[in-house]
């Protein structure tokens, strides 16, 4: 989490963030509540549910 938001704060594009792309595990959860809450503090508006992709290759390999 703290890797991530070092990069947002040195590219300067915390405000730019659109989508997280990730997989089914529960720490891709915990990490996309933390960035919400993170962002929210710093006058960032951005959504976990909305701004959130699942690896979509992961879940058709899951269901073949």
């Known amino acids: 989490m703290q890797e991530l938001l070092k990069i947002l704060n040195t590219y ?8 997280v792309v990730t997989n089914n595990a529960s720490n ?4 996309k509540e ?10 960032t508006s951005w959504d976990k549910t909305q701004n959130s992709i699942f690896y979509i ?6 269901v073949i």
């Open 12 to 19: 300067n594009i915390k405000n730019k963030l659109f989508n």
């Open 57 to 62: 290759t992961y879940i058709i390999n899951l």
């Open 28 to 31: 891709n959860h915990t990490l």
């Open 34 to 43: 933390k960035l919400k809450k993170t962002l929210n503090r710093r006058d």
